[in-house]
């Protein structure tokens, strides 16, 4: 339990932090070399002699018929760590100059290859983590507060309103949630600014997904609305939306916790799937859907496997989502026992 | 309950879903600025008047409650509207699409159910055991697989190593089952792969729960052999959850065949509806959605049918 939550905490540590480890800024071009594999790390140089420091050699273009770049061994460049370069805002507030690691002069590492225009996969990786985590963590909350709401007004008051807003949610869940999420998506706007888009997507996949955390705090408040302590409160001359907020709401926190878990892969996916189909976030920000983009070209996903980088980090850390939720899962069972 | 009466409610239950997923549907278009003519004002060849001409032949100039009365009328009529950007009914465009969609999501469902049971009940059986434990380790690694990693390990797959088709339905020239065979199987098995795990975990714990019900220590201590018991006696009792679960299943199968037909270039409803989305094509729009819930409510209302064959307690009144 420790240590998958200290490797989440870190996971997400280095992509709030992405300017301080990202060498690059993830809109920076290299036009030479577009495609390019990724840079290699040596210790050991061209006339066999062994270093401390491992180094990389510059790029030039290929001298063979296929093309592609091949290393200039020339030309060596030592890895340096904790370099000034390209000035950012750490976690978008403090600006700052440092980074983990660079090469100096006109050498350049890419550890994860580039891509079209020459950026920095791993530069693009992490910025579009915060733009793609970020937007997870709003749907997420969008959706449980929707569900929330929902929950407690349908387990709270009963009656009609409870049998619409179920029968709403029963509609919701049986929708196949591509298909409502193009539906949806079609109707607002194709070219937004970057923020808007960012808010609007995340709020349509958010609101999307209100119906299971409305049914499942539905069920925790219409049995703990019968507690005793509730009617005691309520003998007391309790109002209903004080018995709510005080007494019956903390009950569902353990469920919205592990619904959080359990949800946020489900929208960092769905993110990455409207971005990927070009209706999500827009270049030139990166965000791992339109990263992936790139991979609709069949010469692309032939040729340059760096370019499946976002979806195959996504599988490691809903690995820990999941193991996450599951955990908590089992810590409430025993809590309820 | 008689089974027409029951079944009479379901279906009942399913037009009313239906109904309300077109309004809301409507609704929401109407919400959305701009409209498929919109992108042609800024084309000089086109007079403002041809412009108004169009707007009215497809009614765009009317209130919403008239044009869902219209809309609706023509659907009774099997006409789901006009496409602009195809420039012809959506009815037989998206029969077309619909079927190589079903082409797809039909068999991916029926191997992903015939794998998922005979997986779950025996590692129900075993639980504890080897067999349990590799299946849920293997199931909880399978479910952190996102869809989209399949799909597109799966065209790298048929790119690289040219087994298998790259993308589409049938090659240039071919024609025939095996073509179609050939290239139905990589998206198949993607989908049946996003799919499995869930399922597997559910028949599991459906079947645990059953398992420890008396009526199976009973039948136990009668002698009766291991398979009839698991799957005569237990599976129909564990029946009642994993028939919900099968709506659910079809619904996100069909996400995922979204998924896998934009990426595998299958010309089923996915690419369809995504061209119509980027292309404001309104009544293309609405008619994939539609069409998607009726799949779904079919799939629902057979898994009705399913239960009520299956679960005897269902057909005494409550």
Redesign the interface.
């Known amino acids: 339990m420790r240590w998958l939550i200290a490797l989440l905490v870190a996971a997400h540590a280095i992509v709030l932090f992405a300017g301080f480890f990202a060498p690059y800024d993830p809109a920076a071009q290299n036009r030479d070399f577009s495609f390019a594999s990724p840079t290699r790390l040596h210790l050991r140089d061209a006339g066999g002699k062994l270093h401390l420091r491992p180094f990389v050699y510059a790029l030039k273009d290929s001298a063979t018929e296929a093309g592609g770049y091949e290393e200039d061994t020339s030309r060596p460049h030592r890895l340096r760590f904790l370099v000034t370069g390209q000035g950012y805002k750490l976690a978008g507030v403090i600006p700052s100059q440092w980074h983990l690691f660079g090469v100096a002069d006109e050498g350049r590492v890419f550890l994860l290859g580039t891509d079209r225009f020459g950026r920095d996969q791993l530069s693009r990786l992490l910025y579009g983590g915060q733009i793609s985590i970020l937007a997870g963590l709003l749907a997420t909350s969008f959706s449980l507060l929707a569900g929330a709401l929902v929950g407690c007004v349908a387990g709270y008051f009963g009656g009609w309103p409870d049998r619409a807003l179920m029968s709403?949610a029963?509609?919701f869940?049986?929708?196949?949630?591509?298909?409502?999420l193009?539906?949806?998506?079609?109707?607002?706007?194709?070219h937004l600014g970057p923020a808007q888009a960012f808010l609007l997507v995340t709020s349509v996949i958010g609101l999307i997904g209100w119906a299971r955390p409305a049914r499942m705090v539905r069920g925790i408040v219409l049995s703990a609305k019968e507690r005793n302590y509730v009617t005691a409160a309520r003998g007391f001359g309790a109002s209903g939306p004080y018995l709510l907020r005080r007494h019956i709401l903390p009950e569902t926190y353990g469920v919205l916790l592990t619904q959080a878990t359990l949800l946020l892969?489900q929208y960092i996916?769905a993110e990455?799937?409207l971005s990927?189909?070009?209706?999500g976030i827009a270049e030139p920000t990166p965000s791992w859907g339109n990263m992936?983009g790139a991979?609709?070209e069949?010469h692309v996903?032939?040729s340059y496997?760096w370019m499946?980088a976002p979806?195959?980090l996504?599988?490691?850390l809903?690995?820990g989502y999941?193991g996450l939720a599951?955990l908590l899962q089992k810590r409430m069972q025993t809590y309820a026992n | 309950m008689r089974i027409a009466a029951y079944l009479g409610k379901r279906l009942l239950r399913a037009l009313v879903l239906l109904l309300g997923v077109s309004v809301l549907t409507f609704v929401l278009a109407e919400l959305a600025p701009g409209n498929f003519f919109d992108d042609m004002r800024l084309n000089p060849q086109i007079s403002p008047k041809t412009l108004a001409g169009l707007r009215q032949q497809h009614g765009l100039d009317d209130p919403l409650p008239v044009r869902y009365g219209h809309w609706l009328r023509a659907v009774a009529r099997g006409d789901l509207g006009y496409s602009f950007a195809y420039n012809s009914p959506v009815t037989p465009l998206l029969a077309v699409r619909a079927r190589n969609t079903l082409l797809l999501a039909i068999p991916a469902m029926l191997i992903a159910w015939a794998l998922a049971i005979p997986l779950g009940v025996w590692s129900a059986s075993r639980e504890g055991r080897w067999p349990d434990r590799v299946t849920s380790s293997a199931t909880s690694f399978l479910v952190a697989v996102p869809d989209l990693l399949l799909a597109l390990g799966g065209l790298m797959l048929a790119v690289r190593t040219r087994w298998f088709p790259v993308g589409g339905m049938e090659a240039a020239g071919a024609t025939g089952t095996g073509d179609l065979a050939r290239h139905l199987v990589l998206p198949v098995t993607i989908l049946v792969l996003s799919a499995l795990p869930l399922l597997v975990r559910h028949v599991r714990s459906a079947m645990l729960e059953v398992l420890e019900a008396p009526f199976i220590q009973a039948a136990r201590g009668h002698g009766i052999p291991r398979t009839e018991l698991l799957y005569r006696h237990a599976l129909p009792a564990a029946a009642n959850p994993l028939t919900s679960l099968l709506g659910f299943s079809i619904a996100t199968l069909l996400s995922g065949s979204l998924l896998v037909e934009v990426i595998m270039s299958w010309p089923g409803l996915g690419p369809l509806l995504l061209e119509a989305v980027l292309g404001r094509d309104l009544y293309v729009v609405i008619g994939s959605v539609m069409l998607s819930t009726l799949f779904l409510l079919t799939g629902m209302f057979a898994a009705d049918v399913l239960l009520y064959t299956l679960d005897p307690r269902i057909r005494r009144p409550s």
């Open positions: 709403g029963e509609l869940l049986a929708l196949p949630w591509l298909y409502l193009l539906g949806v998506r079609a109707v607002l706007p194709l892969p996916l990455v799937t990927f189909l070009g209706l992936l991979l609709q069949y996903v032939a496997w499946f979806v195959l996504l599988f490691p809903f690995l999941f599951g």
